[in-house]
């Protein structure tokens, strides 16, 4: 589950931290709840989506490589 949601949190990061399209407003247009985007991003990374999705991309991989490498 773990792996799967930093798979997730990653692809995230890489579509909107940058973007002129914000996570919120892509979730909204899905017509899904936004509480649950970033409630995923909290409780696997234990930062709030602001925190992640500004340190980038990069950064990003870098946290799921750390928390990966506690299961192999």
Do not use: E
């Not at 930093?6 to 936004?34: E, M, N, P």
């Not at 999705?53 to 192999?72: D, E, I, Y």
């Amino acid at each position: 589950m773990m792996f799967r949601n930093w798979c997730y949190i990653v692809q995230l990061v890489d579509r909107f931290s940058s973007a002129d399209d914000k996570l919120g407003g892509w979730v909204l247009h899905r017509g899904l709840s936004t509480s649950t985007y970033y409630d995923l991003v909290k409780r696997s990374t234990a930062r709030t989506w602001t925190d992640v999705s500004a340190r980038g991309p990069v950064r990003a991989r870098a946290m799921a490589l750390q928390t990966w490498a506690l299961f192999l």
